[in-house]
């Protein structure tokens, strides 16, 4: 875990959910996933809440059975259990392969696991120009493979979140 990424309770619209996220993060969630198709590899549920509150739609992909029942016991409170698709692969990368290109609006991603760079050059085909990749728990090797991936541009931050829009295909 990186610094400054404690676990902390979180309220939304009077419930609380457990996050890593700062309250920063998740409005930059809920702010860049504003009318868009979203998918997100391996939220935490607060995440998951945050982007469906402003989303189009949703797709949560997690293969955590228990993360997976956490995130729709929130999206049943929240009311918006219509709103998002969970999937539940035994891979994530395997879903990421097999998904459907430039179909996204933004890509959410967690880059404190230790295939983070991985995914963010699996998740960049995934997202339509003009888009967004969003990058939780953002370190300097996460930068490089967005580099590396080519067609992203850095374009803002909050707190441990980067942002890179998505140029050219």
């Known amino acids: 875990m990186l610094p400054g990424m404690a676990t902390r309770r979180a309220q939304i619209g009077g419930a609380a959910l457990t996050t890593r996220l700062t309250e920063g993060e998740g409005q930059w969630l809920a702010d860049h996933a504003a009318a868009r198709d979203v998918v997100e590899l391996d939220g935490d549920g607060y995440s998951t809440v945050m982007m469906a509150l402003t989303a189009s ?8 059975p228990l993360r997976s029942a956490d995130i729709g016991r929130a999206l049943v409170a929240y009311g918006l ?15 990421c392969a097999a998904a459907v290109p430039r179909h996204y609006g933004l890509v959410y ?3 404190t696991t230790p295939h983070a760079a991985e995914l963010l050059a699996l998740a960049r085909p995934l997202v339509y120009t003009g888009g967004f990749v969003l990058v939780r728990g953002f370190r300097a090797d996460a930068m490089r493979a967005a580099a590396a991936a080519g067609g992203m541009v850095p374009f803002a931050g909050v707190d441990s979140m980067a942002v890179f829009e998505v140029r050219g295909t």
Not at 57 to 64: L, P, R
Not at 81 to 95: D, F, I, L, N, Q
Request: aromatic letters at 8%; zero cysteines; a neutral charge.
């Open 109 to 111: 991603l967690d880059a």
């Open 57 to 64: 739609h949703v797709t949560s992909v997690t293969s955590s």
């Open 81 to 95: 259990y219509g709103k998002v698709t969970p999937e539940h692969p035994t891979s994530v990368r395997a879903w």
